[in-house]
């Protein structure tokens, strides 16, 4: 099941209390559709210029499958959001040099992968790009600095006791 998806619907339909609830649950997938533009925007933003990143978010929102999956009630405007947030935070954990954001990136791979298990293929080339950027960034005691950061991990993940708990 996907926890994250069932878990955001949920509290769609006790925050909005207009419409049907197919409706409430379109609105959630548009929403985390144009909140992972966003991030999309920022994360280009980062590495390049403004003017890229508008481009790049442009393209990517008015693409025919992005735009298709955006406008249904589907799982996968909240994928696209927690892979580019994954990408977003990589990026700056890295360029910060923050060991919060390392602690945060563990923490959205849990919820990201308590949503979808795609999220697996993302994990390879975050783990590649933190370990050749590590030398600058997380040089002391990095060891319990990756320790923390899956005890963030599981956090996250713990998000799927939600279909044990719900069902009693």
């Known amino acids: ?19 049907t609830i197919a409706m409430r649950s379109s609105l959630v997938s548009a929403l985390c559709s144009c909140l992972a533009v966003f991030v999309l925007y920022q994360l280009v933003i980062l590495s390049f210029s403004a003017f890229a990143g508008a481009v790049t978010a442009l393209l990517f929102a008015v693409s025919f499958t992005f735009w298709s999956q955006a406008n249904i009630q589907e799982v996968y405007g909240l994928h696209i959001f927690f892979i580019c947030l994954l990408l977003f935070l990589s990026v700056k954990a890295v360029q910060t040099r923050s060991v919060r954001m390392l602690y945060l990136l563990g923490f959205v791979f849990g919820l990201s992968s308590s949503h979808h298990l795609l999220t ?14 590590e030398k600058a960034v997380y040089h002391k005691s990095r060891i319990r600095n990756y320790l923390v950061a899956v005890g963030f991990f599981f956090l996250g993940l713990s998000s799927l006791m939600y279909f044990p708990l719900r069902s009693e």
């Open 120 to 133: 697996v293929f993302v994990v390879p080339g975050v783990v590649v790009f933190l370990y050749i950027s």
């Open 1 to 19: 099941g996907y926890a994250g998806y069932c878990q955001l619907n949920r509290s769609a339909h006790m925050v909005f209390p207009f419409g």
